[in-house]
């Protein structure tokens, strides 16, 4: 089990810069976010979640004011959190520009670290007061007690090694999907999603049925680990399988707003036109979902509907705060231009010839820009098409069908024609007596 449980020391370590899994790298280009309610965003969750996503906006977000306010709510959250290292990091950032209240107190810090290590010499004690009596549901609790201790403290790696020691001693179902989700929740912080969907499935093989609110709980993980490890297809499929049961009872991973919107563009890069209406467009669980975002409900009934034009606008509008979204910022241009190219490839289907004039002002693009566009499309097999750049118009290679029927009854007819030929040399073979014979004598066909 010690193997199992080992947790890369860099991902811990990477938590100051958002959820786990991040890599040192250059700084990102500052966004424009003006529009962004910080407070009203960082509302939709709870619990340790809050943390990373404020950093990250604040990180990523480019507008001090708004900047100041995420390092100010991170600032209190971690001092309400008693979570040291992540109060170290917000202050570090904040430098003295939201005035003395808001500097690092290192006198705070030491006494916070001094209660937290007495809290679990005290846990530890117990715990090894329950292995001496050797009663397994005592010793369960006691790594829960550890691990819920190490996660509200930050320490997401010991956190996850103690949830995982619960393994040996669960003794029902419900234990096993408890433990099952608590080594889901850190994974995710960490961003060690291949534990993720390990677990997942772990907590979905258990005999006993498991309750409606954490079925959507596990649906919605999994949704996060697929569009993380860029499975933007399986993505889709978990995030329009979460039942309305989700509500906000999962607010310390995923808020109800995220599963539209997540499963809303992964859905639109990926599916194709017939899924996209029966698995979204007539999909009622899901409509409660966009319900909760009206410009994506909007964005993904234009691009149905074929209106690209609208469609590729909301998707601009919505760019500046999705690219603060700790778990979409990375996937966040991959998915808009799959979306981009299905929906050019959607529009030219039904056409013998395009006038690249009308697409362009259709896509809100220039006509060469458009060009270079369809030329990569053509190019990697996705539109059978040629453009005629003089007149700028896409000509359209659909399939001679009248040719194609003839070619197939020419074939069949030689293939017939062939097997008469051969049926009717047998029959004079045998009619002639031109027969093989044994050495014994015997006929021999």
Not at 373 to 397: C, F, G, M, P, Q
Request: proline fraction near 3%; hydrophobic fraction near 40%; include cysteine.
């Amino acid at each position: 089990m010690d193997v199992e449980c080992e947790v890369p020391a860099a991902a811990a370590a990477a938590v100051t810069n958002g959820l786990g899994g991040g890599e040192a790298s250059a700084a990102p280009a500052p966004l424009s976010a003006e529009q962004l309610d910080v407070e009203a965003y960082a509302a939709q969750y709870l619990g340790r979640t809050r943390l990373p996503r404020l950093l990250f906006i604040a990180q990523r977000c480019g507008v001090e004011s708004i900047e100041l306010e995420a390092l100010r709510m991170a600032h209190d959250e971690a001092r309400i959190r008693e979570d040291t290292l992540l109060y170290r990091d917000a202050a570090q950032r904040i430098d003295g520009r939201l005035g003395p209240r808001y500097r690092y107190d290192q006198g705070w810090v030491d006494s916070v670290n001094r209660r937290a290590e007495q809290r679990k010499e005290k846990l530890e004690t117990e715990l090894n007061g329950h292995k001496t009596n050797l009663i397994k549901e005592s010793i369960r609790m006691g790594y829960n007690d550890i691990g819920d201790f190490y996660y509200g403290h930050g320490h997401l790696s010991e956190a996850f090694k103690s949830y995982i020691r619960t393994r040996d001693y669960c003794t029902t179902s419900k234990h096993v999907v408890q433990m099952c989700m608590h080594v889901i929740l850190v994974s995710i912080q960490l961003g060690q999603f291949a534990h993720v969907t390990n677990y997942v499935s772990k907590a979905e093989q258990t005999p006993d049925e498991l309750d409606p609110i954490v079925i959507a709980k596990l649906r919605a993980a999994a949704g996060v680990a697929y569009l993380e490890t860029k499975k933007y297809k399986l993505a889709a499929r978990k995030f329009l399988e979460t039942g309305p049961e989700l509500g906000s009872n999962y607010s310390e991973v995923i808020a109800p707003q995220d599963v539209a919107v997540y499963g809303a563009l992964c859905a639109l890069a990926s599916f194709d036109r017939s899924d996209l209406k029966s698995k979204v467009v007539d999909n009622i669980n899901f409509r409660n979902f966009l319900e909760l975002v009206p410009e994506v409900r909007e964005l993904v009934n234009d691009f149905y509907s074929s209106r690209y034009g609208s469609c590729l606008e909301h998707l601009e509008k919505l760019k500046p705060n999705l690219l603060l979204d700790i778990h979409l910022h990375e996937h966040l241009e991959t998915l808009y231009k799959d979306i981009r190219h299905k929906a050019i490839i959607q529009y030219t289907l039904p056409f013998i010839s395009v006038d690249l004039n009308t697409m362009a002002d259709a896509f809100k693009t220039s006509v060469s820009m458009l060009e270079k566009e369809l030329v990569a499309l053509i190019t990697e097999n996705k539109i059978n098409a040629r453009i005629d750049s003089h007149n700028k118009i896409l000509y359209a290679r659909h399939a001679d069908q009248r040719n194609a029927t003839f070619q197939r009854a020419l074939q069949t007819g030689s293939e017939f024609e062939r097997d008469v030929k051969a049926m009717l040399l047998r029959a004079n073979l045998m009619k002639h007596d031109f027969n093989q014979r044994s050495l014994s004598g015997q006929r021999k066909m």
